[in-house]
């Protein structure tokens, strides 16, 4: 495996980790796969955004417990900017709670860091693929209590936005705000209002009120 | 606790001392001041009798004067004509009449006691031993004066005291006398007396209703002081305690949260450099050595202790996820554990709560599992999450024995029977503005904790403009490909 294989296909792998002795003891590890090329690290979500946003790598491994802002909520953003890049979650976390999280902000895969680096390296293969990918504990795991679709839950960035809405931002506003176009922001719009079952904005606003999620 | 009481004996002693030195001071004062005047009064009473007396006598000695200068001694017609006279000259309706004796006692007109007219009376002898006709006729002799003696009053036929006054009608050596009869003064007298007593009670019943209305007031003030002292310091105790919980889940989630983000980190990384290290030595074609193998082992089973440590100290998915995954999280471990199934039903929105509310209502969930784990034999535990109308309502029921198996109805239970555990719970959610209710019966118990939106309102909001879960900063030109 460690040689070029015939359809060697080099794969831009990048690490977001808070903590460098862990980037620095994978990057070790997956510097003997030569199809895999890191072109970035960083140690926080929000840098991990902007850094993503331009480097565009194929896969990026997200840590979940980051200082300014976690592994989830930064993958939601950048997979929501980025439709070509693959997120694999590389956390400590096991509970599935963070999985279904995971899953739902956008995510392909779910390693824990406790696998090896052989693990690291199917996952990243499988998400390239288009596939999904798991730690075997995890898979194990989803056979017992399968992943439920939490339709109606909504994301931290759905939340934001309709915390905006509600305040009374246009979604043009909202765009502006929060540097996505503006169909991105409708797109996002008509979710929330499927999710919540609501159709206008007084429904919105009163339902962001009564839910303590913004000024009244 | 123990200065106020003090003091309040104190005060209702110095009530009590100040209303019986008040009495008895006023009520010695008042009933003086009475006797001296039912005294003066007395006296000028019997002076006015001996002076209507005295006025009587001169009256009938001058109505009897035409007959008087030129009579014989013993001119029996004057005599008979002053005895008919004397006979009609009754004053104060029966009791006032006139009475004539002569110097031997015997009695010449009585217009009362008829019966005694002719026959002697000069021993007759009042109960005390005293010669009543004698005085009368040594009083007269003597140029008129007054006795006071027992007779039998007229109008009601009652042995009364009786004052009277005699003279001398010397050419015929008779003693001329009336008098009156001196219980009317004596009840007069005796009213007063009952008036000053009546008003001394009345004097009594003021103080006493003073006094016990001042023991009240204060007992009351008191009362009010004391409730409010404790309230006050129930409250800055129960803040104390909750800000140590505070502290000591502040404590854990930090201590957690180094063991999670640092060591365990470290520990990952050094694992991974030993795999570097076998990927080295494998591309070398060198067996990878025992002792790596069991370094890695053990390595494996110290990030396992350590994340265990970790999460029992403080479980990450509430910071990281939110209470909803929390919950679910500890549920699903809880039904692999104890085999007891758990719904759960979540709000669609997630991190709205600051860390402190976050983290107590774990416990509360935390606490009612383990309840029902140990005590409530419940097979089917539903626990609900839900904000409504400005309010978060976390219910927690199971269908098991309930916790108090003397309780039949369903039925608020009472403080005491509810496990310090809970009461801790109470007070931690309380200290949120919330409350914890606690119904609980045969079928099952639930346990219920609200709190007011108001609590927690904008917190996610704030976060979110705080730059938590927002990034404003970024270059727009790098948002092409959407």
């Keep these: ?216 | 606790m123990i200065l106020p009481l003090r003091l309040f004996y104190i005060t209702v002693l110095q009530v009590i001392l100040t209303s019986i030195v008040i009495y008895f001071f006023v009520t010695s004062e008042y009933r003086e001041l009475s006797n001296h005047n039912l005294q003066a009064l007395e006296t000028f009473l019997i002076k006015q009798k001996k002076q209507e007396l005295q006025n009587y006598t001169s009256l009938a000695s001058a109505s009897i004067k035409h007959l008087y200068p030129k009579a014989e001694p013993e001119n029996e017609e004057k005599k008979q004509a002053i005895e008919k006279l004397l006979n009609e000259l009754l004053y104060n309706g029966d009791d006032g009449y006139f009475f004539a004796y002569d110097g031997q006692g015997i009695n010449i007109a009585h217009p009362k006691e008829p019966q005694r007219v002719g026959a002697s009376w000069w021993h007759l002898e009042s109960d005390k031993g005293e010669k009543i006709i004698q005085r009368l006729i040594h009083n007269a002799k003597a140029g008129g004066g007054f006795l006071h003696y027992q007779w039998r009053k007229p109008s009601n036929q009652q042995e009364s005291s009786k004052m009277s006054y005699s003279t001398y009608l010397k050419q015929w050596q008779w003693m001329l006398g009336t008098g009156v009869y001196l219980d009317d003064v004596n009840q007069q007298l005796a009213v007063l007396q009952q008036k000053i007593d009546q008003h001394i009670n009345k004097t009594k019943q003021i103080i006493l209703t003073i006094a016990l209305s001042s023991i009240f007031i204060i007992f009351i003030f008191g009362l009010a002081i004391n409730l409010s002292h404790k309230k006050k310091a129930d409250k800055k105790i129960n803040e104390l305690g909750q800000k140590i919980i505070d502290l000591q889940e502040e404590q854990h989630r930090h201590v957690s949260r180094e063991l999670h983000d640092g060591i365990v980190q470290i520990l990952v990384s050094i694992k991974y450099s030993i795999e570097a290290t076998a990927i080295f030595l494998m591309q070398s074609n060198q067996e990878k050595p025992k002792p790596l193998t069991d370094a890695e082992k053990n390595l494996n089973v110290a990030i396992q202790e350590v994340r265990r440590i970790s999460h029992h100290l403080h479980p990450r998915v509430l910071d990281e996820l939110g209470l909803s995954a929390a919950i679910a999280s500890l549920a699903n471990e809880f039904s692999k554990q104890t085999k007891i199934r758990i719904s759960l039903n979540k709000p669609k929105l997630s991190k709205l709560l600051p860390a402190d509310i976050n983290t107590s209502l774990y416990r509360v969930v935390q606490e009612s599992l383990i309840n029902i784990e140990k005590h409530a034999q419940a097979s089917h535990i539903a626990i609900d999450l839900s904000i409504e109308n400005k309010r978060l309502t976390l219910k927690i029921t199971d269908n098991g024995i309930g916790f108090n198996r003397n309780i039949k109805n369903k039925s608020s239970v009472p403080e005491e029977s509810i496990g310090i555990g809970l009461r801790n719970l109470t007070e931690r959610i309380e200290y949120h503005c919330g409350q914890l209710k606690v119904v609980t019966s045969k079928k099952g118990t639930s346990i219920i904790a609200i709190i007011p939106s108001h609590v927690f309102a904008y917190y996610f909001n704030e976060s979110a403009q705080q730059g938590d879960y927002l990034d404003t900063e970024r270059d727009k030109t790098l948002l092409q490909d959407t």
């Design chain 1, 1 to 216: 495996m460690l040689n070029a294989t015939d359809q060697m296909q080099v794969t831009t792998l990048f690490l977001v980790d808070d903590h460098p002795m862990v980037q620095d003891g994978l990057t070790a590890c997956l510097s003997y796969y030569q199809d895999i090329d890191i072109i970035g690290t960083t140690q926080d979500g929000k840098d991990a955004i902007n850094q993503a946003l331009s480097l565009k790598p194929d896969v990026i491994l997200m840590d979940i417990s980051m200082p300014s802002m976690n592994g989830i909520d930064a993958t939601e953003i950048i997979t929501e900017q980025l439709t070509n890049t693959k997120v694999i979650i590389f956390s400590m976390h096991d509970s599935l709670e963070f999985v279904s999280s995971a899953m739902q902000a956008g995510a392909s895969g779910y390693i824990l860091k406790d696998t090896g680096s052989a693990e690291v390296y199917l996952a990243i293969k499988a998400v390239v693929s288009g596939k999904t990918h798991f730690s075997p504990s995890i898979e194990k795991a989803l056979i017992d209590n399968p992943l439920k679709e939490e339709k109606e839950k909504l994301t931290t960035r759905e939340q934001v936005i309709l915390a905006y809405i509600a305040q009374g931002q246009s979604n043009k506003a909202v765009a502006k705000i929060l540097n996505i176009s503006f169909r991105t922001v409708e797109a996002h719009r008509r979710n929330i209002k499927a999710k919540l079952q609501l159709d206008s904005l007084a429904e919105l606003i009163r339902y962001a009120v009564n839910h303590g999620l913004i000024d009244s």
